[in-house]
């Protein structure tokens, strides 16, 4: 069974860091994109990066120079890292991945979210 799961979420203050890893685990062929998605209170989830398997990568812009996404293709995590965090940036972090399972046929895959709180 594949699982996504997501930690590293936090309370941070104003223009403080944090860094998110996502592991995919279970019997899985391969990975496509990976990426991080956002959902602040009575918002609608929004993408905030994505990577492809090859290293390309795409940015909202609100997060642009503030934060970077990378992978480990060896270790089937991705990571999130935040810098110069606004109270805006609050919200639940979800990583998507799209995948194929062994003997199965492409697919997203969702964490359960980690909470990202920037305030004082």
């Known amino acids: 069974q594949v699982q996504l799961v997501e930690s590293g979420g936090g309370l941070v203050q104003p223009g403080g860091s944090l860094r998110l890893p996502c592991a995919v685990s279970g019997s899985i062929f391969s990975i496509n994109a990976m990426g991080w998605y956002r959902q602040a209170p009575v918002k609608e989830r929004e993408l905030v990066a994505v990577?492809?398997?090859?290293?390309?990568?795409n940015y909202a812009d609100s997060v642009k120079g503030r934060f970077t996404i990378s992978r480990d293709n060896a270790k089937n995590t991705v990571y999130l890292q935040m810098n110069s965090l606004k109270p805006e940036d609050t919200a639940v972090y979800y990583c998507?991945?799209?995948?194929?399972?062994?003997?199965?046929?492409?697919?997203?895959?969702w964490g359960q979210g980690t909470q990202v709180t920037v305030s004082t």
């Open positions: 990577i492809t398997s090859g290293g390309s990568t």
């Open positions: 998507n991945a799209d995948l194929v399972p062994v003997g199965s046929y492409d697919y997203d895959y």
